[in-house]
């Protein structure tokens, strides 16, 4: 009886560990067994923080390109280049020839003058006109940037405006201004100049301060001769609107001539080209010979 009441005593221990520590509590009461501690797991180790990405180094500013195939000159040899390309301009004291004129148009028609043409340093020169009848005897006195004009019809000689050099002279696509004096160093400055691996230079220019041109900017090409070979013009606008070649360089004496002169309006898809003939240099033309009475003369070269 005494056994009995003990397993009934047990039989409730059990029965309120149950209700009191649920599932749990009942597994570790079985057979009267202690519940076993169980381990506190360990602490996951914390993660390494990753690695900052490190710093970019901003990239340095890259320099300008060089031009394909040249190199710029020192601007402390821009003033020396247009001294000595006026000097190269200067074929002897004086100089007179023949030439052809030829006016090309758009649709491939042509038209041709002849004149004759005396000149004396860079400064000086008179062009008079032989053919075709229409325009014989028209001359044109050049004396630094004055420019007369002598129209046979007329009997009179008139002055050439400034605000008139830039339009066409003859028809041709040469104007007032382009006819005038070849000096360019009292007029332009240099604003690039660079010299290609061919050894040929190219000048950027733009008029100086004060002076006024028909065109905002000039890009003059020397050959390795240092030979004036084409000049490119350039409006307000920046815009190609002209260009100058000269081929069949001659040599004359000691001094090499350009023979032919190819200008070509980019506007107007309308070319001129001038041949010159019967070159002679030093022939010693005097100075009073450039002058308006002398426009009224009918000319020879010989």
């Known amino acids: 009886m005494k056994t009995e009441n003990n397993m009934l005593r047990n039989y ?108 004396k340093g860079e400064t000086k020169r008179i062009i008079q006109f032989k053919k075709p009848g229409s325009v014989a005897g028209l001359s044109i006195l050049i004396r630094g940037a004055d420019i007369h004009l002598y129209i046979p019809s007329f009997r009179r000689t008139r002055r050439i405006a400034a605000h008139v050099k830039n339009q066409s002279f003859m028809g041709s696509d040469l104007n007032f201004d382009d006819i005038g004096s070849f000096l360019f160093a009292p007029v332009y400055m240099i604003i690039d100049a660079r010299k290609k691996t061919d050894g040929s230079i190219v000048l950027s220019m733009k008029p100086k301060p004060g002076v006024s041109k028909p065109y905002s900017k000039l890009v003059v090409t020397l050959n390795k001769e240092f030979r004036l070979q084409s000049i490119h013009y350039f409006n307000a606008k920046g815009v190609k609107v002209k260009t100058m070649v000269r081929s069949i360089f001659r040599k004359i004496k000691k001094y090499t001539f350009p023979l032919q002169l190819k200008v070509c309006d980019l506007l107007k898809s309308h070319c001129t080209v001038v041949r010159l003939s019967d070159i002679a240099i030093n022939t010693g033309i005097r100075s009073r010979f450039f002058t308006k009475r002398y426009l009224k003369r009918d000319l020879e070269l010989d």
């Not at 506190?40 to 060089?66: D, E, G, L, Q």
């Not at 821009?78 to 100089?95: I, V, Y």
């Open 12 to 119: 409730f221990i059990v029965m309120v560990s149950f209700c009191l520590l649920g599932t749990s509590g009942m597994a570790s009461a079985k057979s009267g067994q202690e519940v076993q501690k169980v381990k506190p797991t360990k602490k996951a180790k914390p993660t390494k923080k990753a690695k900052s990405a490190k710093k970019v180094k901003p990239t340095k500013k890259a320099k300008p390109a060089k031009r394909a195939g040249s190199i710029q000159l020192p601007k402390s040899q821009w003033p020396l280049l247009l001294k000595r390309l006026d000097k190269a301009e200067s074929q002897g004291n004086d100089q007179k020839g023949r030439m052809k004129i030829t006016l090309i148009n758009k649709a491939g028609e042509k038209r041709s003058r002849t004149a004759i043409f005396f000149q």
